[in-house]
């Protein structure tokens, strides 16, 4: 928890994924966490550590991260996201600052997270102002076959044929709570899924097998045989990154209230 001398402040973040190797501190990689905390340190003449609600991968947007950090007494919330965004290089943005309670950590304390994902399929998904954020398919698809494929989605399943990587400690299980198609501003959809947790470059394997179903090259009940535990059935591809926005992350209302009964990473130094 925060110290004497300090106290937690918590942040919602926005940026470009485009020119970072995803949130996380790298050895010799631009990160989004690294030129946060590079930032912090220098304003507050000491190392720093800014814990992030997860991580995204190389590339993946965001319009709602949520972190934390602890931080000396004579920085308010407002003072710092002032500061720290006169700092920090144009691609990535902290939109709001408050008060965290003390044993709030952003990634222990979530409930949810929610991401969007953009595909264009109007020919102006090729423009260089729309391109580097959505999946530009410039191509029909049939969206009531889409949508019969994601409904499957939503609920409790082992999303292990959508993981890249397992997380054998936690388990493939995932609780998708909402997962729906929309419109894209006249140029193409959105896809919109939330859930208690997801593995690594989950939304993007959904993504790229659904829109397969929506060029005829699968039938949605491909979904289902996916979603069952120990199938040998194959996913489509991966949708490509820079279409995909962290979006929200979900706490409790008494998050960070009480000490936690697990530790996680300490946010300071």
């Known amino acids: 928890m925060a110290t004497s001398d300090r106290h937690r402040i918590r942040f919602i973040i926005h940026y470009d994924g485009r020119g970072f190797h995803g949130w996380q501190v790298q050895p010799d990689q631009r990160t989004v966490q690294g030129e946060l905390e590079r ?62 309670t003390p044993y709030f950590h952003p990634r222990y304390d979530a409930t949810s997270r929610s991401y969007v994902y953009r595909i264009g ?6 423009s260089p102002f729309r391109a580097p954020w959505c999946w530009p398919l410039v191509r029909p698809v049939d969206l009531l076959a889409m949508e019969r494929a994601t409904a499957m989605i939503v609920g409790e399943h082992s999303f292990k044929a959508f993981a890249k990587a397992g997380q054998e400690e936690r388990g493939d299980r995932c609780t998708v709570l909402e997962a729906r198609w929309a ?35 699968r039938p949605p ?39 936690p009964r697990r530790r996680g990473p300490q946010l300071v130094p």
Do not use: C
Request: negative net charge.
């Open 121 to 126: 399929l109007a020919s102006e998904a090729d």
């Open 39 to 100: 930032v912090l340190a220098k304003l507050t003449n000491g190392p720093a550590t800014i814990v992030g609600s997860g991580r995204t991968d190389r590339g993946v947007h965001a319009l709602g991260q949520v972190a934390a950090a602890d931080v000396p007494l004579r920085w308010t919330p407002q003072a710092l996201r002032r500061a720290m965004n006169a700092l920090l290089p144009e691609d990535v943005w902290i939109a709001d600052a408050e008060f965290a």
């Open 183 to 217: 419109p894209w501003e006249g140029i193409g959809l959105e896809f919109h899924v939330t859930a208690n947790r997801f593995l690594h470059h989950m939304v993007r394997y959904l993504v790229g097998t659904v829109v397969d179903v929506g060029l005829g090259q």
């Open 221 to 259: 009940e491909v979904m289902e045989s996916l979603l069952t535990e120990g199938t040998e059935e194959e996913t489509s591809p991966p949708a490509p990154a820079e279409g995909l926005f962290l979006t929200a992350v979900s706490y409790p209302a008494d998050a960070g209230t009480k000490p």
